[in-house]
């Protein structure tokens, strides 16, 4: 296993449209978090999955977004109707239950 | 809500020297985890090293330890015999020991840029 993997790497899209993220985590890690980085922040709670259930959403996480993950294994991070505050870095991090979790590379994303 | 301080945005050392990172939190659990994070530049976050609360024991990996004052809600990470590779932007995390629901997730600092002048 290599670990987190994230695709695409980069990202950018005009205003308004629409764009998904996929996260395929460590394969026996049963738990999954979304994290967002701005420019010079830490990273932020987005959301968290433990298998197929997502069992908490942040506030960062406004109606334009949404995840899933079908049959616990790999996750989708949908944006829609983009805006330029959404230009940043999402993060994946995979985990087993008392594990500090492993993290993907990320996905730059650019709102132009 | 906890919440993680890195006051210092950017630090600067000489290879071969040791350097001190800063970093407080804040909470009201007694029982949680602390850690440092390395992301490189190539941007895949790292971990440098853990720190349980209930352990007195300042945790060390190598070239790595931590100074871990409970009472002061402090938590620095201090790198001995700095090398180029040590470049990074280092995060200081936060994570509470109740590992149900977002209490796992991970709550970070703003995160200090490390140099390492050659």
């Known amino acids: 296993d290599t670990g987190v993997s994230q695709d695409p790497r980069h990202k950018i899209t005009k205003r308004g449209q629409n764009v998904t993220f996929r996260c395929d985590p460590i394969?026996?890690?049963?738990?999954l978090y979304w994290y967002r980085q701005t420019l010079g922040q830490g990273p932020e709670f987005l959301t968290y999955?433990?298998?197929?259930?997502?069992?908490?959403k942040s506030r960062l996480l406004s109606d334009r977004f949404s995840a899933e993950r079908p049959k616990g294994s790999f996750s989708t991070l949908e944006i829609q109707r983009t805006e330029q505050g959404d230009s940043a870095m999402y993060l994946c991090?995979?985990?087993?239950?008392?594990?500090?979790?492993?993290f993907g590379s990320g996905t730059r994303l650019t709102v132009v | 809500a906890q919440t993680v301080t890195q006051s210092q945005p950017e630090m600067s050392v000489q290879e071969a020297e040791t350097v001190t990172l800063s970093c407080t939190y804040d909470?009201?659990?007694?029982?949680?985890?602390l850690f440092w994070y390395k992301q490189p530049p190539s941007r895949q976050m790292i971990l440098v090293i853990r720190?349980?609360?209930?352990?007195?024991q300042n945790a060390t990996e190598n070239r790595f330890s931590v100074n871990f004052q409970k009472a002061a809600k402090s938590f620095s990470l201090k790198i001995s015999d700095s090398q180029l590779g040590d470049a990074a932007m280092y995060f200081c995390?936060?994570?509470?020991?109740?590992?149900?629901?977002?209490?796992?997730?991970?709550?970070f600092g703003k995160g200090i840029t490390l140099s390492v002048r050659p």
């Open positions: 991090a995979s985990s087993l239950i008392l594990s500090s979790g492993t």
């Open positions: 394969s026996e890690h049963n738990r």
């Open positions: 999955f433990q298998n197929e259930a997502q069992l908490e």
């Open positions: 909470t009201s659990e007694s029982d949680y985890y």
């Open positions: 720190q349980e609360a209930y352990k007195q």
């Open positions: 995390a936060y994570r509470s020991q109740h590992l149900t629901g977002a209490n796992s997730k991970l709550t």
